[in-house]
């Protein structure tokens, strides 16, 4: 019995790691189906209004039924705040994103996400929502796995070096050598830059908002109702051809549901449920693994080279991400043991005449 226990608890603990290697999983989908959508010529504004539609369709139901007696009073302190997730998290940098994919390729915006975990260090020790403890064990662990994380995914990034044999198939190899509409790789690289900061600024508003408001379903329903509004709108002042809007049975509906339901409605509630439990920069640290699992899914899937870059660079991406996990258990297990000694002495103090 107390080994089942154990065990429980082990596995209550590596929940929120598993979670996030989902998230970068569908992460990775996501930028298969953007590639294909956008070799498709689809206007990728369109598509992310339809992406926040059906993903707020897809999670309003679940938000109504299951928190529906534990869901907290609406206040317009928490409207706002989905206002601004809902830009900041999804409007904002989905469009910069894909905006910056069509001007480049799906390899450089998947790499700028190594910036988002520096980002979101910088912005969750201004709010106070990490310390940078660099006298401290812990503090050192994860300024230090944060480099590496950074420094590994920068070599996937820029260097190649020979390529490494692996298996490959044409199963989605689709329009792969149809390169951008337009290539200028400093616009789309600044842009895709844009698009994590956004990002990382969702992640400290989310924080705030889990907080007030911890009902992760709702939350996320919250959030991508006001993506799709905001979205929409933005979507009608670019584009005025209707017939942009008409999705087929073809890969551009694909996309839309993909991203939509699976990344928006699930991945959004699980990233939520993430920055509840952890805090920003353990969601954020896990961005670099995005970019290796996109590099052997476009390997894979796409007919893509693999480097001896990618290769190395994901040992050192994995080698970080250790150091962070570890300096954030030694930093959780210490504010347990403190917790602990605190409520035992308040029994001391109570218990004495």
């Keep these: 019995m107390e080994c089942s226990t154990k065990l429980c ?7 929120p790691f598993f979670v996030m290697i989902l998230v970068q999983l569908s992460f990775t989908g996501m930028n298969v189906f953007y590639r294909l959508a956008i070799n498709d010529n689809m206007n990728m504004s369109i598509l992310i209004a339809y992406r926040s539609i059906f993903g707020a369709a897809f999670i ?3 938000a109504l039924i299951k928190e529906k007696n534990v869901r907290p009073k609406l206040t317009w302190t928490i409207l706002f705040q989905a206002f601004f997730c809902g830009l ?3 409007t904002i940098p989905q469009n910069l994103y894909t905006a910056s994919m069509n001007l480049t390729s799906a390899t450089i915006p998947a790499a700028m996400a190594n910036l988002s975990p520096a980002m979101t260090f910088i912005l969750a020790i201004i709010f106070r929502l990490e310390a940078l403890k660099l006298g401290t064990m812990e503090g050192k662990l994860k300024v230090l796995g944060t480099t590496i994380g950074i420094g590994g995914a920068m070599l996937v990034t820029f260097y190649k070096g020979v390529d490494v044999p692996m298996w490959q198939t044409h199963f989605l190899h689709v329009g792969h050598h149809q390169g951008p509409a337009t290539d200028r790789p400093v616009l789309g690289s600044l842009l895709a830059i844009l698009s994590y900061m956004a990002y990382s600024s969702w992640l400290i508003i989310q924080t705030k908002m889990s907080q007030k408001y911890p009902c992760q379903y709702s939350c996320t329903a919250l959030v991508l109702s006001m993506a799709a509004i905001q979205a929409v709108v933005f979507a009608l002042c670019t584009e005025r051809d209707w017939s942009q809007w008409r999705l087929g049975c073809n890969i551009r509906l694909y996309t839309a549901l993909y991203a939509g339901i699976v990344h928006s409605g ?3 509630t699980l990233i ?3 920055v509840n439990v952890r805090g920003p920069l353990f969601v954020s640290i ?6 290796v699992l996109v590099a052997f899914a476009a390997t894979i899937l796409l007919n893509e080279k693999l480097h001896l870059g990618t290769v190395i660079g994901s040992v050192l991406i994995a080698i970080g991400l250790y150091f962070v996990l570890w300096g954030k258990s030694k930093e959780m297990k210490k504010m347990m043991k403190c917790s602990s000694e605190s409520e035992a002495m308040k029994v001391v103090v109570s218990a004495h005449p």
Excluded at 286 to 291: A, D, K, R, T
Aim: glycine letters at 12%; aromatic letters at 12%; charged letters at 10%.
């Design 9 to 15: 608890n082990i596995m209550k603990g590596w929940k």
């Design 60 to 62: 309003i139901p679940i």
């Design 88 to 90: 900041l998290g999804l």
């Design 266 to 268: 699930m991945t959004t």
């Design 272 to 274: 939520a449920w993430c």
């Design 286 to 291: 896990f961005n670099p693994v995005g970019l």
